[in-house]
């Protein structure tokens, strides 16, 4: 019998141990910065429920449905049209960001950098931006979403083109191909199919996105939730949540079935 304990079991080094209290720390930190309050969160349970008594049954006036549905029909417009316009303009913009295609080094960090630029400012932060530049509206929503694609997409898509099979491209370009002839007839087929799967991925971030840009005036069902919340109209409220939730969820199933549809006709 040895006394030697499985590696999981290992006793920390003091280096580890200390670093293992310097995140302890840190994470407790980060608690006290947020407000966390066990009294807080023992005071949530009545007071939900006191929500959730005052908002059920949900408004399901003929009106209100009319209304909310046709909110509802705005945000699905500012969501597509954004996303494709994206999708579209992310295309030469990840061609310009992958590394090894056609453009030098320097311009595809500089590229990447202002891609992390534009994921690192929230989509509602340049529904703001927007706001300012071009009035309230679905335009402003729709702007914001084709950014927020293009910082999404954009890496992506740079990163499948960069991991595509470099075999074809090396037969064409000893050839004698030019470089864009070798990205249009090898790189960018080889990796159409992630293409897809990643822009099925920004259509479905897209429409949950366009769905709080209301709160900002950047159109959509947005406004409605607010003003419900600000009203205290509780039962409007609802109905606007369980809309989304149903559109929402059901652009992720369509999503996801069309991924799957997509990978299994490559293997």
């Known amino acids: 019998m040895t006394d030697i304990a499985p590696a999981r079991f290992e006793r920390p080094s003091a280096l580890s141990f200390l670093g293992y209290v310097f995140g ?20 949530a349970p009545p007071r939900f429920a006191d929500f959730a008594s005052r908002a059920f049954p949900p408004n399901l006036a003929p009106d209100v ?19 494709v316009i994206g999708v579209i303009l992310s295309v030469p913009v990840a061609l310009v960001a992958a590394r090894g295609l ?34 309230l509206g679905p335009f402003a929503g729709m702007l914001a979403i084709v950014i927020d694609t293009i910082g999404f997409c954009g890496r992506f898509f740079a990163d499948d083109m960069e991991a595509t099979e470099k075999g074809p491209a090396e037969s064409l370009t000893a050839t ?15 990796a159409m199919p992630a293409f897809i799967s990643t822009s099925l991925y920004a259509l479905e ?13 950047a ?3 947005g406004i409605e939730l607010k003003v419900g919340f600000d009203l205290f109209d509780y039962p409007t409220a609802m109905t606007v949540i369980l809309m ?24």
Not at 24 to 43: N, Q, R, T
Not at 176 to 190: F, L, M, N, Q, W
Request: hydrophobic fraction near 55%; charge should be positive; include cysteine.
């Open 65 to 83: 449905l009319v209304r909310l549905g046709w909110k509802m029909v705005e945000t699905l417009q500012i969501a597509i049209a954004g996303a």
């Open 176 to 190: 004698g191909a030019r470089k864009i002839d070798v990205v249009a007839c090898a790189t960018i087929p080889a």
């Open 24 to 43: 302890l720390v840190i994470i407790f930190w980060c608690l006290a910065g947020a407000g966390f309050s066990v009294e807080k969160v023992a005071s």
């Open 205 to 217: 971030k897209a429409v949950r996105s366009s769905t709080i840009l209301g709160l900002v005036g």
């Open 102 to 135: 056609i453009a030098p080094p320097w311009v595809n960090q500089i590229v990447r950098t202002a891609l992390g630029f534009i994921r690192a400012v929230p989509d509602i932060a340049w529904a703001l931006v927007f706001v300012v530049a071009v009035g």
């Open 244 to 267: 989304i939730s149903v559109v929402v969820i059901g652009i992720e199933q369509v999503s996801g079935w069309t991924r799957t549809k997509i990978i299994g006709e490559q293997q």
């Open 219 to 221: 159109g959509g069902i």
